[in-house]
């Protein structure tokens, strides 16, 4: 059975398009900003698509996907970049973290009795 994510941005390098969940409108202009810097800039470096989902525990979780025949996609770039995102942005993916599980899905969070 498969976890439901909740998608919060990503972006698409095969159509040149940036997405921001509509539930995520309401995060500050900065923030929302720093964001699609940031999917933008790896689409442009890595290729494919990357996403940024939150899992059910309300944790941020990177995605990414290449099309079968996509022989420019750097499989190697797309693991250092992220390892580097999540060094660099620490201090924000904690943030969004936590933004989501008080905010989007605070049912979530409050314990569901484990």
């Known amino acids: ?23 995520f409108k309401k995060l500050p202009a900065q923030i929302q900003e720093e964001l699609q810097i940031m999917c933008v800039l790896y689409t442009h470096d890595v290729g494919g698509i990357f996403l940024l989902e939150f899992d059910e525990d309300g944790n941020l979780q990177f995605r990414t996907e290449a099309a079968e025949n996509d022989f420019s996609y750097d499989e190697i770039g797309s693991a250092l970049k992220i390892r580097e995102l999540q060094r660099t942005k620490e201090e924000l993916l904690r943030s969004l973290e936590l933004y989501y599980k008080m905010m989007v899905h605070p049912a979530k969070s409050a314990g569901d009795g484990r």
């Open 1 to 23: 059975m498969e976890k439901k994510t909740v998608v919060l941005c990503g972006a698409n390098a095969y159509e040149e398009k940036y997405y921001l969940n509509e539930e």
